[in-house]
């Protein structure tokens, strides 16, 4: 996806330019100009999103326009009307869109709205009126409490981390069990938890934590990280970290995440665990029932809330989940492969001494270029330096050899002789990767053309008593000197000072295992 399409479809989620840029680490010139180049051309971001990336920039840069200026919307009345029961500034921002459309001029975005007007509450030292929608966000941390699992040999403790995640208009919650609070413990649990509410919402609320928040400054908006941006994506949801240093944002939200962490851990606080999966099994057990508990002051439970009041106006989930990816920077070798943790991928040979971004999750190696990938390849796993070659990346004097393998080699040589069979084996156990032995093998083989398919395999026979490795070229030597004609005097090794055959001068006249 081009970085004109993601940034329109950035906007259509009501980002920013400031959070565009830095989401895409790009200028905020470059984010103006887009945007003043949509609207100069009338583009949705829906459309945009269908359209080809050529096709896409062409529409939007064969001129410029300015952007228009938005009405400023007034929060002082907004604010007022918040204090009346029913009023919600969902409610007033349609109103104020209305206005505007009255009298021609633009509006505001809901999610600029909404930021103006806690920009104006924070400038103006009041306090906002939160009212959250049902299924519109979900909140989510780390539990102030750990868990203990005990090590099966040993017996020893180690500390277990609770995610926990709380629809905030019903108090719906959802938590899981993790053995670290790193990058790939967090993203999943995110998708477990989708998983477990079958929905999502549009906005995701993290605590302001390095896991999933790079930076949020005072005066700046948020820099998530490149996975967890990625999960957001994917799930069609915005993210809104809580901001700092502002406890009344999430105050209920916080008490309900405490009751929860307080119930799992009281009803297990007898049980020992020694695996994660065992845990996680109790823990969901313990949560259906801390979700189907009924409310003490008020009828229903936060189960029945979630499936009547928030769960249809959730958005569904993606076709598919989301998978953990990892990122990296690789510079293309001269072989055209790079290297993830020590397997080799191929990468078009246009490409050779390039700096590409790697995309990599447990089964796929993505390759990108300047934003655009490349190739792909399923991920490798075994021994250290494996190969996975496409002969499309492949200049096109090394396309022949990608015809080749070691079984057909092997049965070529078989045809000739038993001898012959045998070095060509043993010319392909000689390398570390049996394609670095193919042009031996085809020149090697080709020999019988030249000198016959009986001199070969005579020649390969004597090779065999004095290397353990033939070459090529040893062999060669051997069909250019003749000295497959009498095997019988050549093969005797007990005649040193005989210096009427190549062999009594030692591996070294024929270039020895390392010539090729």
């Known amino acids: 996806m081009s970085k004109e399409k993601q940034i329109l479809k950035l906007r259509l989620q009501g980002c920013s330019q400031r959070r565009i840029a830095d989401i895409l680490r790009v200028s905020r010139n470059t984010v103006s100009k887009i945007f003043k180049a949509a609207d100069q051309n009338h583009l949705e971001a829906e459309k945009a999103e269908s359209m080809d990336d050529s096709a896409l920039h062409s529409l939007l840069f064969p ?27 969902k409610l007033l921002w349609e109103e104020y869109v209305d206005d505007c459309r009255q009298s021609q001029k ?33 909140m989510v941390d780390w539990g102030g409490t750990t868990l203990p699992l005990y ?29 670290t609070m790193k990058e790939e413990d967090w993203i999943n649990a995110h998708i477990s938890m989708y998983e477990y509410f079958g929905a999502s919402t549009r906005l995701l609320v993290p605590d302001n934590l390095k896991v999933g928040i790079l930076s949020h400054g005072k ?10 941006a990625e999960l957001a994506e994917h799930y069609r949801t915005a993210l809104l970290p809580a901001r700092v240093m502002a406890p009344r944002d999430k105050a209920a939200v916080e008490g309900t995440v405490g009751q929860l962490t307080s119930h799992i851990i009281a009803r297990l606080r007898n049980r020992k665990f ?19 508990a009924d409310f003490q002051k008020k009828d229903g439970s936060r189960y029945s809330v979630f499936m009547e009041e928030e769960l249809p106006f959730m958005q569904p989930l993606p076709s598919f989940p989301y998978e953990f990816a990892q990122w990296k920077t690789a510079t293309v070798q001269l072989n055209y492969h790079i290297a993830i943790d020590y397997q080799n991928y191929s990468v078009p040979f246009e490409y050779v001494k390039k700096k590409v971004d790697v995309r990599y999750t447990k089964n796929m190696i993505e390759v990108f270029y300047k934003g655009s990938r490349i190739c792909c390849h399923r991920r490798l796993y075994g021994r250290r330096g494996q190969y996975s070659t496409s002969s499309d990346h492949m200049p096109v004097n090394h396309q022949l050899y990608s015809e080749w393998d070691a079984k057909r080699f092997l049965k070529w040589a078989e045809s000739i002789g038993p001898s012959t069979k045998e070095t060509v084996q043993r010319l392909l156990d000689s390398y570390r990767v049996e394609e670095q ?30 290397f353990p490795s033939p070459r090529y070229k040893n062999i060669r030597l051997i069909l250019e000197s003749g ?24 591996a070294s006249y024929y270039g020895g295992v390392d010539n090729e």
């Open 219 to 228: 005066y700046e908006d948020p820099v998530a990280n490149r996975s967890y």
């Open 151 to 179: 090590d099966r040999v040993t017996g020893k403790p180690c500390k277990v981390y609770l995610f926990v995640a709380a629809l905030p208009f019903g108090m719906y919650c959802y938590a899981k069990a993790c053995l």
């Open 437 to 466: 032995a193919y042009k031996g093998s085809l020149s090697l083989l080709k020999l019988a053309d030249k000198y016959s398919v009986e001199r070969l395999e005579q020649a390969c026979k004597i090779a065999l008593t004095h």
């Open 274 to 292: 020694f695996d994660i999966n065992d845990m996680n099994k109790a823990i969901r057990k313990e949560l259906d029932r801390f979700n189907h």
């Open 63 to 89: 001129k410029n326009a300015l952007l228009p200026v938005q009405v400023q919307p007034d929060y002082a009345y907004v604010h007022k009307e918040l204090l009346k029961s029913g009023v919600t500034l």
């Open 483 to 506: 000295q497959d004609k009498s095997p019988e005097k050549s093969a005797k090794p007990d005649k040193p000072n005989d210096d009427s055959h190549a062999f009594v001068r030692g």
């Open 106 to 138: 633009p509006p505001f975005m809901y999610s600029q709205f909404c930021k103006l007007y806690n920009d104006y509450v924070n400038q103006n030292k009041l306090i906002m009126h939160i009212r959250h929608k049902p299924g519109d966000k979900v």
